[in-house]
């Protein structure tokens, strides 16, 4: 079985089918991206996956664990974090926090230590913290450090958010449109942190993305959904050749995607 | 020689710490004593108004944590911080001594508000303010038909608190009572607000699907929030029963509720130091307007009546020029103020 199994998954929105029938795999140290036009699916199926939405029928599962089967938040002791294609930060907390709260799920002591801040209470926030530091350094994110969240410039907040999926050194991570509205050099960086998380953090990566220059740059392979069914799934070179992926989506008026 | 510039951290636990700075734990230290000793010269009124700042920070910092930090608002406070009083009476009465009755009240009352805060899963906002409007109006109902417990209508009468023998008999005794059990509440939310607890609290006020994804359990969390927040409302209210002696349902009305979700949004939402200005701010007020009026009288006699009629709008008009000036709350203004004195004389 595949690191992450989908397999056939449906989903409903009162009767108006986003996903139809969608099972694509993600093997353990791949980057595999999720693409397609608007309105494709992409967004919905890694809610199913995160636990926003549940499917009518089908089954998830990660590292062999049936993730349908636990709610949501238990889905990021299972090994899972991710982004929103919209920001979606803790605006209030400041970026040292935001990404202490991403680690939320790996510190274990209770409400007692957290009341008195006794030594396991310290120690842990400690330990974390230096964790997080490492994260904020890899991303540059120091000059930002003890700012709110909610009144920095986009480009960094959507780092901040990469960053707070990060702190949580899950197994997967799944980045809905990390490189959306950023300029070209914004994107290039994105690109590199992505490849970076990928090698030296060891995370799996399930992305969608628009920017198809940078999806076949980095992909080890590529999903394309089209109207909520899986139109074609391979190798960035196997997709871009294949018939039906060119007549639907790459080719005709959208041909501008292959380049950028 | 050199000096440092600014405020350096050779650890994470450093900056971690409630008072970062030595300036700042010298100046609290120094506040700290001023505050012990000012009983000795001051008169009763004044002691017993200190009384009143002390048991109101605790209701208003335990709001706060709930409404200003986690997000659910609650206009059901004022009946939390009843069901403390009562349970402390009733407890006290079967002759629990004072030091079990205290964290007992808190506990009864953590559980009554965790019940209260049941909806929170489902409500946000107005609606849940409309549900603890509800809370509010049942317990109210609950304190003056129970007679068997809170003795209706007629109240319970309550003697002063014994610690090992020390009865705390005064106003002065009294007010280190209170003193003390306030820091310590003011101290479990700020250990709780440098912890994943409070960070989680923060999180799911911020945004909650982001809470969820992170692995924060939505509604164990807003769980835990009501139950820290009635368990510290509840501690409150029980040293307001030993203070005050004697409790009757009309202390812990609806008005009560409002005026701590006062406190807090003049204070300063999501702030601790906001909420013990804010308790402060609006404890002082009425009273410092009594002064006013009764000082008037002196030289306006006829305007002394009139006056004391118009305190309650007066008190209102306050309020709202507050919100209208200061909307950030006054922890805010006071962050500024401090800013601007580092900088001094280099300011623009
Ligand atoms: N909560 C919802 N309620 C109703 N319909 C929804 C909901 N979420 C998604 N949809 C529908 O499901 C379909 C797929 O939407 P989705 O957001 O997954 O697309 P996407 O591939 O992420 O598109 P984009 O590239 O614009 O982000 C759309 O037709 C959308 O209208
Ligand atoms: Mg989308």
Redesign the pocket.
């Known amino acids: 079985m595949a690191f992450l199994d989908v397999t056939d998954v449906t989903l409903t ?2 009767g ?1 089918a ?2 139809t029938g969608v099972g694509f795999s993600v093997e353990k140290g791949d980057i595999v991206s999720l693409i ?12 199913c996956i995160s636990g926003r ?1 549940v499917p009518d029928s089908g089954s998830i599962s990660l590292g062999g664990a049936d993730l349908l089967a636990v709610p949501s938040h238990a889905r990021t002791k299972l090994g899972l974090s991710r982004t929103f ?1 919209n920001i979606a930060l803790f605006r209030g907390l400041s970026v040292l926090d935001n990404l202490m709260v991403g680690r939320h799920a790996r510190m274990d002591y209770g409400i007692l230590a957290s009341i008195l801040y006794l030594g396991r209470a310290r120690r842990a926030e400690d330990a974390h913290r230096r964790r997080v530091e490492d994260v904020i350094d890899f991303l540059g994110l120091s000059p930002y450090r003890h700012q709110a969240a909610g009144k920095l410039p986009y480009g960094v907040q959507k780092r901040v958010e990469l960053g707070r999926a990060l702190a949580a050194e899950s197994d997967l991570i799944l980045l ?2 990390p490189m959306a509205g950023m300029n070209l050099e914004e994107t290039e960086d994105m690109a590199r942190y992505i490849l970076d998380i990928n090698e030296e953090w060891g995370m799996s990566v399930l992305l ?1 993305e ?1 920017d198809m220059g940078v999806v076949m740059d980095i992909s080890d392979k590529v999903v394309v ?1 089209d109207f ?1 069914r899986v139109l074609a799934e391979g190798s960035p070179q196997e997709v871009m050749a294949d018939a039906d992926v060119v007549a639907a989506y790459l080719g005709g008026d959208d041909g501008v995607f292959l380049g950028r | 020689m050199h000096g440092q510039c600014g405020l350096f951290f050779r650890t994470y636990a450093g900056e971690a710490r409630i008072f970062p700075s030595r300036f700042l734990m010298v100046s609290m230290g120094l506040f700290g004593t001023a505050l012990c000793l000012a009983p000795l010269a001051m008169n009763n009124y004044l002691v017993s108004i200190l009384c009143l700042i002390n048991i109101a920070v605790i209701g208003a910092v335990s709001l706060n944590l709930l409404t200003g930090f986690c997000g659910q608002i609650s206009l059901g406070h004022g009946a939390f911080f009843g069901v403390g009083a009562y349970a402390a009476a009733y407890l006290a009465s079967l002759g629990l001594p004072f030091l079990a009755v205290l964290p007992a009240a808190g506990l009864v009352t953590a559980a009554v508000g965790m019940f209260f805060g049941l909806p929170s899963l489902r409500l946000k906002g107005i609606y849940l303010a409309i549900a603890t409007l509800a809370a509010q109006l049942i317990l109210e109902y609950v304190f003056l038909h129970w007679d068997a417990v809170t003795g209706g209508s007629s109240g319970m009468a309550v003697d002063p608190p014994q610690v090992f023998g020390f009865a705390f008999d005064s106003d002065v005794k009294m007010f280190y009572l209170t003193l003390a059990v306030a820091c310590v509440c003011v101290l479990i939310v700020c250990n709780v607000m440098r912890t994943r607890l409070g960070r989680a609290f923060v999180a799911i006020r911020d945004h909650h699907l982001s809470a969820e994804i992170v692995g924060v359990d939505l509604f164990a969390y807003k769980l835990r929030a009501f139950g820290i927040s009635s368990f510290l409302a509840g501690v409150g209210g029980a040293l307001w029963a030993f203070y005050t002696m004697y409790i009757t349902p009309e202390q812990f009305g609806i008005g009560l509720s409002v005026s701590y979700l006062a406190m807090i949004i003049i204070g300063g939402l999501g702030s601790v130091l906001g909420g013990v200005f804010g308790a402060v701010f609006i404890t002082i007020l009425p009273e410092f307007l009594n002064f006013l009026a009764h000082h008037a009288g002196a030289f306006f006699t006829d305007i002394s009546g009139a006056l004391l009629a118009m305190k309650e709008g007066v008190f209102g008009l306050v309020l709202v020029l507050f919100l209208i000036f200061e909307p950030e709350g006054l922890a805010n203004r006071w962050r500024l103020v401090k800013a601007y004195w580092k900088l001094y004389p280099f300011a623009h």
Request: glycine share 16%; aromatic share 8%.
């Open positions: 929105f009162r108006l986003a996903l397609g036009p608007n309105g494709a699916g992409k967004t919905s199926m890694l809610n939405y294609q809905d449109e969608v628009h959904l909520g």
